[in-house]
């Protein structure tokens, strides 16, 4: 693919206009969450890594550096989810950032479709979205400043075949999203929503490995498939959701709430 899509060396946003800022990121361990991470923390702001996975949590609150703390956390159980704010609250004070990026995907025909699938998938896009807001939400309304930024999909502005479950979670994100954001309108906090298309992480290498599962395509076969949904015939790059997350963040992107945007090379117009 042409250099016109490279990542630019400085990252698109400079400077730190984050620092003293509290961001919990969920689901940092991998793939958007954290890249996600690592960008909010290039400009200035604490960070609180949030994840299942304990190990791989520690290596990457070493990998960023000092200053930023990680906790486990499910984000599909309240409980955990309250541990875990408290704990971070506790260690870095108010939380003025949240990125509800945790989710999972998972494709089977309606038809097909069991309670399992529904409510794990539903537990964790809807419900952790849920459940992590409503932790953060009445201390940064308190505050009168917060930003809230949730990693739907364009399956929340789209259907797709053979994820009902997903699309359905996303949809539930973007109403959450849009519905809070006019409640939230004059307190200082804004809630948006970014929607990327295809993006090239571990939840791509599963549905690559489905296809080739179902359909005996080779993977190259099965990446093109997924990319051929952008009509820039590519998949989307973890930093390029990145930098637009962090860019909701910033204090200047004050007016800018209740929307979705969509980043996927022109799928969603
Ligand atoms: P990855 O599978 O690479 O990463 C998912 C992250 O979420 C991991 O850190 C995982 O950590 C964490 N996670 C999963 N379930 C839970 C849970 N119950 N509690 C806490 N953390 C959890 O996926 P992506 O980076 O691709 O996805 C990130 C977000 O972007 C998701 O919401 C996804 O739906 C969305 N998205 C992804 C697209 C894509 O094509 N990749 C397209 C559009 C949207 P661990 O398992 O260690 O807990």
Redo the contacts with the bound molecule.
Sequence with gaps: MSDIFEKPETGLIGGAPLRGRHAVV?????????EIAQTLARLGATITL????EA??ASRVQELGENHDAVT?????DS?VHKAFTAAIDARGPVHILI??????ASAPFHRMDDAHWNSII???LN?TFHCTRRVYPAMRDAGWGRIVN?????GLKGYGYIAA?AAS?HGVVGLTRALAIEAAKTGVTVNAV??????????A??VETIIGKTGRTAEEARAE?AHHNPQGR??Q?WE?AETVAWLCLPASASITGQSIAIAGGEVT
């Design positions: 969920t689901g940092a361990t991998r793939g958007i969450g954290w949030m994840g299942r996975d791989l949590l956390c499910d984000v599909a159980d955990s509800n990026n945790a989710g999972i995907g537990n964790t896009n952790g990693v739907a999909s364009t399956a997903y996303k929607c990327p298309g295809y993006t090239d992480t571990d939840i791509v599963n549905t997924l998949l989307v973890p959701v």
